[in-house]
């Protein structure tokens, strides 16, 4: 989790790297019931109406596009579980193609993305619950990775130590100490 944008995926797709993560909350909301139509560009809502693109917004330097209907909210039985506002109003990211390529093939591989969380959660699990390492020392994006840089060294030459002790080597000789 935290690494859920569509520039992230994008980035990964184009570094032919095949990416298992889960959906952002902010990408997984309940407009999963309506059926986006990319033919006609438009969201087809659970009553079959269509919701047809209106226009584009900007939130957090990026943009968005609306969808909505409003003469079809207005007249809808399901508004009030809908929605609270006058009329429905989607936001389509311009990653959500690529978003949703990533969630699915995520949910349709669980005993991989099992497998990732294994490998990769384990260090960082270690770090923060075992060793305490909850927030950072330093400000600024250098120190950041330098602190980040440091700490992943420290468990990278722990596990290296660990490793040789428990087939019972002896460190110092392989490392020609």
């Excluded at 009553?47 to 596009?65: A, H, P, V």
């Excluded at 468990?155 to 019972?168: Q, S």
Aim: hydrophobic share 30%; with cysteine; glycine share 4%.
């Amino acid at each position: 989790m935290g690494y859920s944008s569509g520039e992230t995926y994008e980035y990964l797709a184009a570094q032919d790297i095949t990416a298992y993560i889960p959906a952002h909350a902010a990408y997984r909301t309940d407009k999963d019931e309506f059926t986006h139509d990319k033919e006609n560009d438009c969201y087809i809502c659970p009553c079959l109406k269509n919701l047809k693109f209106m226009r584009i917004q900007k939130n957090d330097s990026k943009e968005y596009r609306v969808y909505s209907n409003y003469s079809a909210c207005g007249k809808c039985t399901r508004k009030q579980e809908c929605t609270k506002s006058k009329y429905r109003k989607i936001l389509r990211s311009p990653y959500q193609d690529t978003l949703d390529i990533v969630d699915e093939r995520t949910r349709n591989s669980k005993a991989l993305y099992r497998k990732r969380q294994e490998i990769v959660e384990h260090p960082f699990g270690t770090i923060k619950a075992v060793w305490g390492f909850r927030q950072f020392l330093c400000r600024t994006k250098p120190k950041v990775t330098a602190e980040t840089a440091m700490a992943c060294l420290a468990y990278n030459l722990r596990r290296v130590i660990n490793i040789f002790t428990e087939k019972g080597e002896n460190l110092t000789l392989k490392m020609g100490i």
